[in-house]
């Protein structure tokens, strides 16, 4: 074969190493991308008057697969053309059709999609009305295992939570913190992020604003003060709150105080699935 001739001949196919088969026969679990960004948008509530709208934002994602045991690996570029193939909103009925796609496209029977990503709600302060963005940590949480499609709705709610005791115990005044109230529910009908984080604030000591005027400053310092609650009782109101909900079908809360007068957080953590005995 003379120089011309090799330069157009048909290649050698090239070795899948991934499709080898492994001889330690053990399966692996979860297998795939972690941390790889991509843009997304997710739909608003629809306000009174007006259609909702989109918001357009930077999703973190996690997609896994289970590997049975006589596979060496998994085919990775296949989870970044996947998510390429979704340039669309993202919804609850799209990110299941996106994780359906995942198992099947890898031949997997297990798979797990997480996405999180900062959710935007305009927010009017209370005494003023003046407006500011408050931005909520969100993440989509899927898996299929089993042959079972799940889907978990995580909202991380920041708040105010002021102290009884201290109020009680003090002649004037009382310490009080921010607090992280990470509600992650399953649903059994739609829920939107905006009726999460609302049933969370309307549990707390104060909801947070993005900005206040003095007049707002001192409503909410006094409707704290007036609200005061332990970190067992955050978490207490905000299950009972999803206890009453139809809708949530299984849920856990997450209540961490960054205390202001210790070096350490005080913790609570209440978790029911309503459909067990």
């Not at 979860?30 to 790889?36: S, T």
């Amino acid at each position: 074969m003379n120089t011309r001739d090799a330069a157009f001949a048909k290649p050698a196919p090239m070795v899948d190493v991934q499709g080898a088969a492994d001889m330690r026969r053990i399966a692996i679990n979860k297998v795939g991308i972690k941390a790889i960004r991509h843009p997304v948008k997710i739909a608003e509530r629809p306000t009174p008057g007006a259609a909702g709208a989109v918001q357009h934002t930077i999703a973190s994602f996690n997609m896994t697969v289970g590997l049975p045991q006589e596979f060496k690996g998994t085919h990775m570029s296949r989870f970044v053309a996947i998510l390429n193939a979704h340039e669309k909103e993202i919804s609850v009925a799209s990110f299941h059709v996106m994780l359906k796609e995942m198992v099947e496209r890898l031949d997997a029977t297990s798979g797990h999609i997480e996405m999180r990503f900062p959710y935007f709600i305009n927010k009017a302060a209370p005494v003023s009305g003046v407006k500011s963005l408050m931005d909520y940590e969100v993440t989509f949480i899927g898996a299929i295992v089993d042959g079972r499609t799940s889907f978990r709705l995580q909202v991380l709610v920041p708040v105010t939570s002021l102290c009884p005791c201290s109020k009680e115990i003090s002649a004037y005044g009382a310490h009080n913190q921010r607090s992280h109230v990470t509600v992650t529910a399953e649903t059994a009908a739609f829920v939107w992020i905006e009726e999460i984080v609302e049933l969370v604030e309307r549990q707390a000591s104060c909801e947070l604003y993005g900005l206040l005027k003095r007049t707002d400053e001192k409503f909410v310092t006094e409707r704290a003060y007036d609200n005061p609650k332990f970190v067992e009782d955050l978490a207490r109101d905000v299950a009972a709150a999803l206890n009453a909900d139809d809708r949530v079908s299984s849920y856990e809360v997450e209540v961490e105080n960054f205390e202001s007068i210790h070096n350490h957080s005080a913790y609570a953590l209440i978790e029911r699935d309503k459909g067990a005995a």
